[in-house]
DNA sequence: CTTGCATTTAACAGTTCTGTTATTTAACGT
DNA sequence: ACGTTAAATAACAGAACTGTTAAATGCAAG
C-alpha cells in the first residue's frame, strides 16, 4: 500500500466522507451524490476526482448517468496502517510496563533501553 | 470522536506519519525528531503542533529539551471511523447478495429497494 | 439534426499548507 | 550576568485546496 498521502488526505475533507459513507449504503449517480449537499455540482465533481484518484471509488458510464461505487481496497490501506501504528504503540508500552516491572523504585523513565 | 477532519488531514502528511511512526516506538524529543529529517527545525515544530492539534501527541517541558509522546485516541477515532465505514459497506453487500439470491435471473440490479 | 440533461473542464479568487531564514523565549551551566 | 543550547514564533514566498460561474462534452430523445 502505497498512496498513504492521497487516501488520508481524500478522507481529511467532511464532504467527501459524506459521500463514502452514503455510498456506502449502495452505488448512486453523480447527481444523486450531488442533492443533500448545498454547494455546486462543480464542486462535487472535483470531490469525486479526488476520491477517484485516490483508489476510494470508481466511476462508470451509464447512459448519460455516471454511476459512482465504493472501492474500499485504499481505504483497507488506511485501516492497515493505522493498525500496524497501533500494533507497535501498545508494544511499546509493553516494553514500558516491563521496564518498570524490573525496576518498580525508578521514578523516572528517561533509560529506554531495556 | 468529532475532529476527524484535523485527524485525517493531520496523517496526510508523510513526515508527519514518519514522527507518528517513530514516537510508537518510544518517546522522543522534539530535537531527536528533527535529526532524521532533512528539513528545517521550524518546519518540524510546525508538524508537531499540527500532530498536537490533531490530538495525537502530547508535548510537556522537561528541562530545556521538550518530551514528545504519543496520544492514540485520535487515531482510535479515525481507526474507529473506518471500520464503521467497512461494516456498512460489508452491510451493504449483504444486502445485494441477498437480493441477487432472490431474483437470480434479473441480469442487472438497478432496483435498490428491496 | 437539434434540443435538453448530466457531468466535466476552464478560468478565476480567496484561503490554507509547507517550507525557509531571522528573531525570540526559556532553561541550563559557568 | 553571560553565553549556549533547545525549541517556538514571525515574516515571508510559493504551492495546493476549495469554491464559484461560465463554457464545453457526451449521450439520448424527439
Known amino acids: 500500500m502505497k498512496n498513504l498521502d492521497a487516501t488520508f488526505a ?8 459524506a459521500i463514502l459513507a452514503r455510498l456506502a449504503l449502495g452505488e448512486a ?4 451524490l450531488c442533492a443533500p449537499f448545498e454547494i455546486s455540482g462543480p464542486a462535487i465533481s472535483r470531490h469525486l476526482k479526488v476520491l477517484e484518484q485516490a483508489a476510494l471509488i470508481t466511476r462508470a458510464r451509464e447512459g448519460q448517468h455516471r454511476r459512482c461505487r465504493l472501492a474500499p481496497e485504499a481505504m483497507a490501506g488506511a485501516a492497515e496502517w493505522i493498525e500496524t501504528q497501533r500494533r507497535f504503540w501498545n508494544g511499546s ?7 518498570l516491572k524490573r525496576n518498580p523504585t525508578s521514578p523516572d523513565a528517561k533509560d529506554e533501553t531495556p
Not at 93 to 99: K, N, S, W
Request: glycine share 6%; no cysteine.
Open 10 to 17: 481524500a478522507l481529511a475533507d467532511p464532504t467527501r466522507r
Open 29 to 32: 449517480t453523480v447527481g444523486e
Open 93 to 99: 508500552l509493553d516494553r514500558l510496563a516491563e521496564h
